[in-house]
């Protein structure tokens, strides 16, 4: 493993055209602001990364502890240097769940940027490879939009999966499984709760970054950060749709279950009141005492039993004519 593999996952220095060249550690430590705009990554988790951060990075203390910083909610910090914006992205890792989302941290100078993350974000990983493809950043305005239309483009595809389960469900509330139907509904909604709990303050975030002035992003950069914060708000309530969506369809299938028991219970109701006078019937005639009619008669039973099936038949009828059943 080489010391740069330790201090950080990866540096490039940009060389304004959409490309960039990977740069060792001691290329880092001699690199000045007149060579151009440097992007570091950093790995949370490894020891030589936080060394780095916190004693050879030559960023303010209280930024390097919002870089190492633990779980934390999106939002843009305006330093007079400099600017950090957290943001969060869908946890695209093998075995994951689309609503465990991950971090990203970002400090921005005039022409340097170093992001700090604990797990892989392809996010970042689709800026490094359009680096490599000289389809890339050129500045750090142009940076922070790309990695920002790459975070949204993903929540959108995530937003865009959850409208479509809770279609899905919809169409199924009439003729599927009660059951597995509300389990379904219970994840989608669960999932949707998760998101924008990083969804709202995220468009906060890029609110107050557009509000910033920074004199790091230029006129047009500002321009594409509003639109970016646009499309997080479009998103936000797409998201805010599919809730309301999935909350009618869970109401619908609350209702249907009610509908079921309710005719179960009606149902019921009918035969009990068709059968109660027979079970009285048959409990008076079972007691053992003397003077009960028909028991010297052999066809006693005959008689008693078509005497309550002609009963039973007659108020089937009418409750049939009552349009009770």
């Not at 009619?293 to 052999?298: D, M, R």
Request: with cysteine.
């Amino acid at each position: 493993m080489t010391d740069k593999s330790l201090r950080f996952e990866f540096a490039y220095l940009f060389d304004g055209k959409g490309g960039a060249r990977e740069l060792d550690a001691d290329e880092v430590g001699s690199w000045s602001e007149s060579d151009g705009v440097l992007w570091i990554d950093c790995d949370q988790n490894k020891k030589k990364a936080r060394e780095w951060l916190g004693r050879h990075s030559a960023v303010d203390k209280n930024v390097v502890d919002i870089l190492l910083a633990g779980e934390t909610r999106p939002r843009t910090i305006v330093e007079p240097n400099g600017l950090v914006v957290i943001m969060r992205g869908i946890n695209m890792n093998p075995g994951a769940v689309p609503d465990d989302m991950v971090a990203v941290r970002i400090w921005i100078e005039r022409n340097r940027v170093i992001t700090s993350h604990r797990r892989k974000m392809l996010s970042v990983s689709d800026v490094h490879d359009a680096l490599t493809e000289g389809k890339g950043p050129r500045t750090v305005g142009e940076f922070l939009i790309a990695l920002t239309s790459s975070l949204s483009g993903r929540i959108g595809d995530a937003v865009e999966n959850i409208e479509q389960l809770v279609a899905d469900i919809e169409s199924d509330v009439t003729a599927g499984d009660i059951g597995n139907l509300r389990t379904s509904l219970g994840i989608v909604r669960r999932q949707a709760a998760a998101i924008r709990r990083y969804l709202a303050p995220q468009r906060d975030a890029l609110e107050r970054l557009v509000r910033s002035h920074a004199d790091i992003l230029s006129d047009k950069e500002v321009y594409d950060m509003r639109e970016e914060s646009d499309r997080l708000t479009r998103q936000l309530e797409d998201l805010d749709l599919a809730r309301e969506h999935a909350l009618v369809t869970q109401e619908e299938l609350m209702n249907r279950v009610a509908q079921e028991q309710n005719s179960r219970m009606y149902l019921l109701s009918v035969v009990a009141a068709i059968f109660l006078p027979l079970t009285f019937v048959t409990g008076l005639l079972g007691m053992n005492v003397a003077g009960l009619p028909g028991i010297e008669n052999p066809n006693g039973f005959t008689i008693s039993a078509a005497i309550m099936t002609a009963f039973g038949i007659g108020l089937a009828i009418y409750f049939r004519w009552k349009k009770w059943i």
